[in-house]
């Protein structure tokens, strides 16, 4: 009847997504070889909701194998060709099983009904268009409506955006829906952290003032101090990767500072590749973002990931563990407030060759900032001492980053000393911004250029 109604007025029985809503059940009616539904009460969006609650079923017998099938589904929605392909077959295959071939009065623009559901409940809108061009794509920026993009460490605001704020927290819901997460008033924000690096951290609700996505991506797969010294990256010369592996051979302490996408970590990591792989490290993070283990599979690495709001997995406990695993280096991501104390102990207590990264604007900065945060558990403290500690035995040498229109350089390499009372940085190296390339301040002592010699002979004159 309902369906006689529809063809003698179509004008007045137009296809609604909200009415599925209203609608708890379809109406079936057999013709034979196939089950069609009754339009009013089977739509896209009910057919959707269906699809993306099939999806989010948790699938595998093992706590691993489930995983290992969430990990397909963020990545298909992050846009990775192959898991795309493999989520598309199964909604086709949902779609074949419940004899749903089309939707009476619903029309669309893709190839098929599975590719237009696989728009709403994996594709990410506008993005897709972006994604398809992934070369030099590091990171999206979706502010509200706006998306900037990240190439080769250039901010760009995309020609692409969103029509609406609402296609954007369909994304979120997605997102946080296949890792069994939530984003709501209670809680209003989440992140999902893919195996290869890959980020996505996401706001809303009013904890910002508008919804925002951060896709981060995981576009490296190489480290070498050497690959850094090519003309088409410039981090370096041949002479500062000389003297950066002189720095490791003498065992200094090394802090690396620069704003976000400067290379902090990119450095940090080419550093390591340079040391020998039975050399034991072990490396404590917020969350593990480095990924040493993947990255470095050789080598002697404890990865430890810290969760501040756990009393038994802090990064003070991680430390307490660490230190009794004898490690040879630490390599702490970022100093921050609560484990300041812990990695200046670590620093001054045998552990030396150890490496992280610090929030600072100027090299000079960089002693009086770990003391502000070692001062903030409440104990008593003398703070001149302190600085005068982490200045000599902490932060000897200072790595400065830079992010020159996407070319990251280093800009400063300094030994950092406590003189006459306060903080001083001999620079070893520094960019002269006229002459366009780096120049050599002060002249090294003994103790490194005793190990730059056989480097010199190794590398031939450009490293001198």
Not at 17 to 29: E, G, I, K, V
Request: hydrophobic share 40%; net charge negative.
């Amino acid at each position: 009847m309902s369906s006689m109604n529809a063809q003698s007025h179509p004008e007045t029985e137009r296809f609604s997504p909200s009415t599925y809503a209203s609608n708890l059940a379809p109406t079936t009616l057999d013709t034979g070889d196939t089950v069609t539904v009754a339009p009013q009460e089977l739509d896209f969006q009910r057919v959707a909701e269906d699809i993306r609650g099939y999806l989010a079923t948790p699938r595998g017998s093992t706590a691993e194998e489930r995983g290992r099938y969430n990990e397909r589904l963020n990545r298909a929605v992050l846009g990775f060709s192959e898991e795309r392909s493999e989520i598309l077959a199964i909604i086709s295959d949902r779609l074949i099983r419940q004899r749903i071939h089309k939707l009476p009065g619903y029309d669309h623009l893709y190839n098929s009904l599975a590719e237009a559901l696989f728009a709403e409940v994996i594709g990410l809108h506008v993005l897709e268009l972006i994604l398809q061009h992934k070369d030099g794509l590091e990171e999206v920026q979706v502010i509200g409506t706006k998306i900037f993009e990240v190439r080769n460490g250039r901010v760009i605001p995309s020609q692409h955006a969103f029509k609406s704020k609402h296609e954007v927290e369909r994304i979120q819901q997605n997102l946080v829906l296949y890792n069994n997460d939530r984003i709501n008033p209670r809680k209003r924000w989440a992140e999902v952290m893919l195996t290869d690096g890959s980020r996505v951290t996401m706001t809303g609700f009013g904890f910002t003032s508008e919804p925002t996505l951060t896709l981060r991506f995981y576009t490296v797969r190489h480290f070498d101090l050497w690959q850094l010294c090519a003309p088409e990256l410039g981090t370096m010369n041949k002479r500062i990767a000389c003297l950066l592996l002189a720095i490791l051979e003498a065992r200094l302490n090394i802090v690396i500072i620069g704003p976000t996408n400067s290379g902090k970590t990119h450095l940090l990591k080419a550093l390591i590749s340079a040391l020998p792989d039975e050399e034991r490290i072990i490396t404590i993070e917020g969350r593990h973002e480095m990924m040493l283990r993947r990255d470095f599979p050789a080598k002697n690495i404890v990865e430890y990931e810290t969760e501040e709001d756990d009393e038994l997995h802090r990064s003070a406990q991680a430390f307490k563990l660490a230190l009794r695993q004898s490690p040879q280096r630490i390599v702490h991501a970022e100093i921050r407030d609560d484990d300041a104390n812990i990695y200046v102990r670590a620093c001054t207590r045998g552990h030396s060759g150890s490496m992280t990264t610090v929030h600072a604007n100027e090299l000079e900065d960089v002693p009086e900032a770990v003391a502000d945060m070692c001062m903030l558990d409440g104990r008593v403290m003398n703070s001149e001492r302190l600085l005068k500690r982490i200045a000599n035995f902490v932060t000897q040498i200072g790595i400065q980053m830079r992010n020159d229109n996407g070319q990251r350089r280093i800009e400063r390499i300094g030994l950092l000393r406590w003189l006459d009372g306060e903080v001083e940085v001999a620079d070893w190296v520094k960019y002269d911004e006229r002459q366009r390339t780096w120049i050599y301040p002060e002249q090294l002592p003994l103790h490194i250029a005793h190990h730059l010699k056989p480097l010199h002979a190794l590398h031939g004159k450009e490293a001198m």
